[in-house]
């Protein structure tokens, strides 16, 4: 398992140091770019397997006490998400390969290895078992992720990328005050440790603590307030950047969040998660209907659906933080398919504006289908992986008598097929596109060779592939966050030492 657990954060890492010095030899970077983050993906799936067969496993870097070394723990809850996570970044990169060569595809030689530098940062935020190492993390993310965001130096990139970095510095900045204030109430920054002492400080340091770690990862997930830099963004960066963020960054936040306000038991601040989240399910239903391109409307999704996990997690129950494991499953490769065909839609049409494209399902129906599927997803409809996802949400509301914040996310459900079907009726089932927007998208088309379009519609078929998976094994899913969510809450398996004999897992966790 300690291989594992190495290779999913240091192979990704390797393949961008080896794309760096590969830059010029565009086949070779392509293939090491690949090879790492399928490595990396492909243990973090032995890992997911393992863990449900035989419990969580807790690896001490370096030998040191969990007090102050680096802790990297592979739990339920990690190995549940960190698969979905990797297999996105990988998909996006096959697609970026086959995008590079059109107007809209992002800088071929900083892609593949800052994609690589960003994997081991996701992969690290979800294994870590110290806020430390998950500041470290949050610091990868945001250096690769900057880069990503402005690297084609376009005035409108810069100025949104100045909104985001500000905002993600000042987290960053508060997640240092954090930690000092964690360290001096509870002596440790080990979060298995804190889950033992936190609950044990006064109610006033408990608050304290929870509320500003909330800040921190809420400016992460953007969830109201703190949702402004994320409108501007995300829609400025080419597609396959856009794809990993809509897909893992905000959704590293709440991950944040599940983990640390479930273990230390933040239980009080639940009435205030609950009123955020459905202001952050209405405010972003409502600002992706007043849109009128497509990855400005997905991009306020981004933000609405983040109230749905806010949700879960606010309930503090185990029905409500089952939901919120499996709505994050199942939002990461279904946000991330959809700027896919965003990105297919931008490279036919030229244009992602729905008041200059339309008629598109006849003249490219594969588009069409690639995009209905991920978007009745994420509307809820069933027998998609949303409709579960949201199940579970609102079940676990009904369950504990939170009828306002139910109504919201069944009001928030409705607006975002509204909006959905607005994308519908203005790319697809609307009439032909002007001559023009003809003429750009038959130069676009031009522009990419036919193995570069097979690469693009071959990752975006994988990825609605993916979200097709996910409905299909919703019960076996369900299952998992079930138990995941019962880890976070203290009903916890057999754990193993990383320095511990793997016999010892049939021993109640004891060597």
Known sequence: MSTLIALTILAPLAAASLGVLLRNRVVWRDIVTVIGLFASAASSFIMLFTVADQGSYRLHVGGWSPELGIELVADRFATLVLPVALSIILVVEVFAIGQRRTAWGANPELTGPLLGVLTSGVSL?????????????????????????THQGQREQVRSGMSYVVMNLLASTLFLFGLAFVYAAAGTVNMGLLAERIPELSDGVRLGLGAWFFVVFGTKAAVFPLFSWLPDSYPTAPTTITAVFAGLLTKVGIYAMIRFHTITEMDALGPIMLVLAGITMVIGAFGALAQSDVKRILSFHVISQIGYMLMGLGLFSTAGTTGAILFLVHHMPVKTVLFLVGGLIENHEGTSSLDRSGGLASRKPLIAALFAVPALSLAGLPPFSGFVAKFAVISAGIQADAVAIVAVALIAGALTLLSMTKIWLGVFWGSDADQSDILRSQAGIVSTSVANRRAMFGATGLAVAGTLTISLFAGALFDLSEKAAFELRGDTPAVIDGAEDASAINNGGQP
Do not use: R
């Open 125 to 149: 935020a979800f294994l870590t078992g110290d806020l430390f190492t998950l500041f470290v993390a949050f610091e990868l993310i945001l250096v690769s992720s900057y880069v990503l965001l």
